[in-house]
Nanobody, 124 residues
């Protein structure tokens, strides 16, 4: 399996929480040193939300700092995004992305491996 696979999206009230999961590419084919979450609404450009590089240092978009937490379980080869204090503006399709590069950038062309996305809807 090369393509990441997201799960965990859904509908929640404002102020609620969701946890997204992403099954990363198999180690036998791709070693994903840098992993990230992006999101997209409608025809807007996909934007970076959170990333974690080779030494597990996280980076967050300003809009989610203090509310979202990215983490990785290397044993399970799974990436997570814990989303708390959700707002209606967080409504989007969320995508998991991976690259063999050892550091991360919030650039779409940095990531050759993308999942199909999981929808998050936050009601006011």
């Amino acid at each position: 399996q090369v393509q990441p696979v997201e799960s965990g999206g859904g509908s929640v009230q404002a102020g609620g929480s969701l946890r997204l999961s992403c099954a990363l590419p198999d180690y036998s084919t791709v070693i994903a040193h840098c992993v990230a979450w992006f999101r997209q609404t409608g025809d807007n450009e996909r934007e970076g939300v959170a990333s974690m590089d080779d030494d597990d240092s996280p980076t967050y978009a300003e809009s989610v700092k203090g509310r979202f937490t990215i983490s990785r379980d290397s044993a399970e080869n799974t990436l997570y995004l814990q989303m708390d204090s959700l707002k209606p503006d967080d409504t989007a399709m969320y995508y998991c992305a991976a690259t063999t590069a050892r550091w991360c950038l919030f650039r779409l062309d940095w990531y050759p491996y993308w999942g199909q996305g999981t929808q998050v809807t936050v009601a006011s």
